[in-house]
């Protein structure tokens, strides 16, 4: 039972560099996100997709990408990374659009330094 | 002032207490509420959903206050592995906003 499955797990990076968050469910949702976490701040949406074709941005999507590739992969792209987006990042999936209190579904999560 | 505030603790408890947190919420116009449990350098899972009139499951209890804004989370009898961060979850216009969390530690 995979569930949500991300990778990589822990990534350095310097300044400038980019890179490609990939992250799958095999539980059919059609509901996928990516939230960051950081100390004191709790969790916040960085962009979500409710359905195959369609992407948002969510609370703090400025330095991001995402693409929704089909139903079950939605991946998150640095473009080019700087040390503010030091987190730790997740992957989450849930049957319908959160709101409407389905349970979500979490990635194991990707540490992320940028230096 | 965040759309969600809890209390970062620690709370720092021996097994068989009870042991109680809090979550207050901007927003009035929230729509539904849960807790999810987060063990150290894991993902968040959903412990419960919390609905107007409380709910329990097991040892847990959960309560929702709309008037005052806030939920609480009650554990009883608490055991070492409830040792987590417990984060408060609202669902405010089809997003869901997650607090911070507050850390507990059971110990022996």
């Not at chain 1, 059919?28 to 960051?36: K, L, P």
């Not at chain 1, 995402?66 to 730790?88: D, G, H, Y």
């Not at chain 2, 807790?35 to 993902?43: G, L, N, S, T, V």
Request: proline fraction near 4%; include cysteine.
């Amino acid at each position: 039972n995979a569930g949500v499955t991300q990778t990589p797990k822990f990534q350095v990076l310097k300044t400038g560099q980019s890179m490609t968050l990939q992250c799958a469910q095999d539980m059919n949702h059609n509901s996928m996100y990516w939230y960051r976490q950081d100390p004191g701040m709790g969790l916040r949406l960085i962009y979500y997709s409710a359905s195959e074709g369609t992407t948002d941005k969510g609370e703090v999507p400025n330095g991001y990408n995402v693409s929704r590739l089909n139903k079950r992969e939605f991946s998150l792209r640095l473009e080019s990374a700087a040390p503010s987006q030091t987190s730790v990042y997740f992957c989450a999936s849930s049957e319908v659009t959160a709101g409407s209190g389905n349970t979500i579904y979490f990635g194991e999560g990707s540490w992320l330094t940028v230096v | 002032r965040k759309e969600v505030e809890q209390d970062p603790g620690p709370f720092n408890v021996p097994e068989g207490a009870t042991v109680a947190f809090n979550c207050t919420y901007s927003n009035s116009a929230s729509q539904s509420f849960f807790w999810y449990r987060q063990d150290c350098r894991k993902e968040p899972k959903l412990l419960m959903s919390v609905y107007s009139s409380g709910n329990e499951d097991g040892r847990f209890t959960a309560q929702l206050n709309r008037a005052s804004q806030y939920i609480s989370l009650l554990i009883r009898d608490s055991k070492l592995s409830d040792s987590a961060t417990y984060l408060c979850v609202v669902n405010v216009n089809n997003d869901m906003r997650f607090g911070a969390g507050t850390r507990l530690t059971v110990k022996p």
